[in-house]
């Protein structure tokens, strides 16, 4: 739960700021990297081999699939994945990029049924030099953006407030997952 400090019991010059303290990203911060190799060590080539629930799996395909971001932007934050361990959108198959832009499309139309965002945000980072936080296995981000959904928070604090949880997020994706 967050915790608020009142910046007047700051040592040193008050400097109008108050604290949240959301001390769960640590997990995110520290955490190990993800192991560039295929495997257990890599999320995208783990999240397939759980249960739906448990791995945060949206959407199954033959080629690719759809999992909720474990730590998203906003609520519905999904990434589209191909099952094969690969890096770079121009190695997919033709089959691969196929379903995966069906699938990102899919995407988009559950978010839609599901909670009515006004945009999107779309994006592959390809390279830690590009923002990839993992970079060895390709991932489309699949943003759902509302008016008014950023806040002075991420700016100031990096820090996101999500008002749903990732399960609750996932039950309404596949609920309204088109057919």
Sequence with gaps: MPQHEDPADFAGDPDGFERLWTPHRMVYIEGERPDPDPGDGCPFCAAPDRGDEEGLVVHRGEHCYVVLNLFPYNPGHVLVCPYRHVALYVDLTDEETDEFTALTKGSIRALEAASAPMGFNLGINQGAVAGAGVAAHLHQHVVPRWGGDSNFLP???????????????RARLVEHWPS
């Design 155 to 169: 700016i100031i604090a990096r820090t996101k407030a999500l008002p749903a949880l990732l399960e609750d997020v």
